[in-house]
C-alpha cells in the first residue's frame, strides 16, 4: 500500500494500527497522524515540534540516517528498537519516503502487529524481515573474511575473529529459519536416506559442534525405507534442533537420534533433549514462533520445523517430563 494512499485515508492508519510522522530539515516532527496513543505511546497532538530521536525514542545519529533515506524519495525500509517508556524497547517498522516534500515514515509497532496475527501474516513478515537483514550480514562477513586473511593478527585478535565468524553463522541460519518460514512455495520431495539426512545436517553446524565436543549418535533400525522430503529446506531447519539440542548438553554430550519405521509404513525419527525440560505454561506454544525456547533456541527453530515437516507431508510432536527431558518426535511419509 502507498504512503500517499495512505496519508489520505487517516483512518486506515487507527485500523491499522500504524502512524504517519513527518518532519522538517532541522529533524522536529511537523505532522503526525494515526493510532500514536499505539504505536508511540503519545497522542498526535504531543508530538508535533517535538524533536524526531525523541518521538522515535532512537538516537539522534539514527534519525539523521533515516532522514537520509527518506529524502531519497525511495521507500526504504528501516527497523528500530524504541526506547518509549519505562518498559521493554518497541520494535517499530519504518516504512521512509518523501510526502509533498516533506521526509516522512510510516511505522507500525512489529509486537502489536504479530499479537493473534494468522500464519500468512506472520510468514510475510518474516521472509519480508529475512531479505532486509541478508545484505549487510553478507557485508559483515565479507569484512571478517578479509581480516581473517592477515597472517599478522595477534592470537586475541584471532580468536575475536573466531567468535565473530561463530556468530555470523548462528545468524545466517537465524535468517534461513525467517526465509523458511515465509515460503509458501510447493516442496521439490524426493527419497533420502533418514540418516543421510542426519548427518547431512550435522555437518552444518560441525564447527560449533566441534567447539562443544558433542557427538550426534544415530541409531538407525534395519531396513527403514527412505523418505520424501525437500532436503534442502528441511536440513536447515533440523541442522538448528541439533544444535539447540546440543548447546544444552555438557561439553562432551552425545544428542541421541534413534530412527525408526512405524507400523503405518512411516519413518520417525526421535530426538532427545535431556536438558530440556518445557514449563508447563509454555507447553501449548512449544511450536509458536517466539514463544519456546528450549536450550538456546531462538525461538522459530521448533516452528519452522514443524512447518517444513507438513508442507513435506510430515509432522513433530513433543512430550517432557522430568525423567526424559523432551523428547522430538519427527514423521516422515515413507
Not at 508442507?311 to 523432551?326: F, I, N, R
Request: glycine share 8%; aromatic share 4%; hydrophobic share 40%.
Amino acid at each position: 500500500m502507498a504512503i500517499r494512499y495512505l496519508s489520505h485515508l487517516p483512518m486506515n492508519l487507527h485500523l491499522l494500527q500504524a502512524v504517519q510522522i513527518s518532519w522538517s530539515p532541522s529533524l522536529r516532527v511537523t505532522r503526525a497522524g494515526g493510532d500514536c496513543e499505539t504505536v508511540l505511546h503519545r497522542p498526535a497532538s504531543e508530538l508535533k515540534d517535538r524533536p524526531l530521536h525523541v518521538v522515535l525514542g532512537t538516537t539522534p545519529e539514527k534519525v539523521r540516517q533515516l532522514d537520509a533515506l527518506a529524502r531519497e524519495g525511495h521507500q526504504a525500509v528501516e527497523f528500530l528498537y524504541a526506547a518509549l517508556g519505562s518498559g521493554d524497547p518497541v520494535p517499530l517498522r519504518l516504512t521512509l519516503t518523501l510526502e509533498e516534500g516533506e521526509a516522512t515514515a510510516v511505522g507500525v509497532n512489529l509486537s502489536t502487529l504479530l499479537e493473534g496475527a494468522p500464519p500468512v501474516q506472520l510468514s510475510g513478515l518474516a521472509s519480508q524481515m529475512s531479505h532486509e537483514f541478508r545484505n549487510p550480514l553478507s557485508s559483515v562477513k565479507m569484512a571478517v573474511q578479509t581480516l581473517a586473511r592477515n597472517t599478522g593478527l595477534s592470537e586475541r585478535d584471532q580468536r575475536r575473529l573466531t567468535i565473530a565468524n561463530r556468530e555470523i553463522r548462528t545468524l545466517e541460519r537465524m535468517l534461513w529459519q525467517l526465509s523458511e518460514y515465509g515460503r509458501g512455495t510447493t516442496p521439490n520431495l524426493e527419497q533420502h536416506a533418514p540418516r543421510t539426512l542426519v548427518q547431512e545436517a550435522m555437518a552444518m553446524v560441525a564447527p560449533e559442534l566441534t567447539e562443544r565436543r558433542v557427538e550426534v549418535r544415530v541409531d538407525e533400525a534395519p531396513d527403514v525405507p527412505k523418505v520424501r522430503v525437500d532436503a534442502g529446506r528441511l536440513r536447515p531447519v533440523l541442522a538448528q534442533v541439533l544444535l539447540n539440542v546440543a548447546m544444552g548438553l555438557t561439553e562432551g554430550g552425545n544428542v541421541e537420534v534413534a530412527i525408526r519405521a512405524d507400523p503405518e509404513g512411516r519413518v520417525v525419527m526421535v530426538l532427545k533433549e535431556p536438558a530440556g525440560l518445557l514449563p508447563e505454561e509454555q507447553r501449548d506454544s512449544l511450536f509458536k514462533p517466539y514463544e519456546c525456547h528450549l536450550a538456546r533456541g531462538a525461538g522459530l527453530s521448533l516452528a519452522a520445523l514443524r512447518r517444513v515437516l507438513q508442507h513435506q507431508g510430515g509432522d513433530v510432536s513433543a512430550e517432557t517430563g522430568p525423567e526424559t527431558g523432551t523428547v522430538f518426535t519427527l514423521t516422515f511419509a515413507a
